[in-house]
């Protein structure tokens, strides 16, 4: 709450709630339960949890990764997440595995990430992907992580610069949508979103502790909902380790509704088992908005504890893809 007296931050956090009327007002019910939501301008409608890469990639019995997957396309959850670098290239290799068969690559809105900032890298890692996950075109293609001061002069350097292979790859139909990501700090964001792109989908994180410090829920989320960009929200449940259910008491199921009451197209979730896929089926089938005294309430709660960003690991650690800087 830096910055800002308590009545700013509680208008400013209910002006998100408001926002997200407006996508909520699109948002569709499915054959199979599993609400949708337009992915921003795109004319793409997309399940409104997603199946996160890292996670799957994480579950060590791989056949019972691909059960999970099939389960997920099964029951209408068909938005998955991936990138490059997840598990040294596994992630993308077990997904592959479980979209090979029976026309579920046609099934799924397919998004992955590349780590390298420049052509020839982007090139590469684009192929890899291609590779591993047995397809002929990514649905969205991200690059990953923003977190360095020179990301955006390095993906939009007009001759070596990530963007230029990006455009290339949409050109010749191997990609169809074009975004970024990251989770460390909004100024990152606000960067990429200066360059002269029309972005079509950025990943953050959006959940209760965010709203407190070094927020993309006030800083970058208006942006993007004013230019038609879609949001895709990350870390419900700050990381992996669920914190937020863990320390400040809040259930999962009203953690994900937070993220899912703001103006989202999908909200990517850790799923590592069917246990962990079926309660997020059913959060997502049962999904109601948070009213504006349940969003008071909530941030009250999670004030303290959010300070410094000390529960919000990937904000104020060495997190994400450092690739591009470690090679040449």
Not at 23 to 33: I, T
Not at 292 to 300: G, I, N, P, R
Not at 313 to 320: R, V
Request: glycine share 10%.
């Amino acid at each position: 709450m830096r910055g800002m007296n308590r009545r700013e931050f509680v208008k400013g956090a209910l002006a998100g709630l408001a926002l997200g009327q407006g996508v909520l007002a699109e948002q569709q019910a499915s054959d199979m339960g599993i609400p949708t939501r337009p992915l921003g301008r795109t004319g793409q409608r997309v399940s409104i949890v997603a199946l996160g890469g890292w996670d799957i990639g994480n579950v060590q019995d791989k056949d019972a990764a691909i059960a999970i997957m099939h389960e997920a396309i099964d029951e209408g959850l068909t938005f998955f997440d991936n990138c490059w670098d997840y598990h040294d290239g596994g992630s993308e290799e077990v997904m592959g595995r479980a979209l090979a068969s029976n026309g579920r690559r046609d099934k799924v809105f397919l998004m992955t990430k590349v780590c390298a900032r420049g052509y020839r890298g982007a090139q590469a890692h684009l192929e890899d992907s291609l590779r591993r996950l047995r397809t002929d075109r990514i649905d969205l293609w991200q690059f990953h992580g923003m977190k360095w001061d020179d990301d955006a002069e390095l993906i939009f350097h007009p001759d070596r610069g990530a963007m230029k292979a990006a455009l290339e790859a949409r050109q010749a139909g191997k990609v169809r949508y074009i975004g970024f990501t990251g989770h460390k700090n909004p100024k990152f964001h606000l960067a990429m979103l200066e360059k002269p792109s029309d972005w079509d989908a950025v990943q953050m994180p959006l959940n209760v502790l965010d709203a407190h410090y070094e927020s993309f829920q006030h800083q970058v989320l208006p942006v993007c909902h004013k230019r038609g960009i879609a949001v895709i929200g990350m870390k419900a449940l700050a990381a992996q380790n669920g914190r937020i259910v863990r320390e400040l008491g809040i259930s999962p199921q009203f953690a994900r509704r937070y993220s899912l009451s703001l103006p989202i197209a999908s909200l990517v979730c850790g799923i590592q088992s069917r246990e962990n896929l079926r309660q997020d089926i059913a959060i997502a089938r049962r999904f109601t908005p948070l009213t504006a005294d349940e969003v008071t309430d909530v941030l009250a709660r999670a004030e303290d504890a959010a300070q410094g960003g000390r529960m919000e690991a990937y904000k104020i650690g060495n997190y994400g893809c450092d690739w591009h800087h470690k090679q040449a």
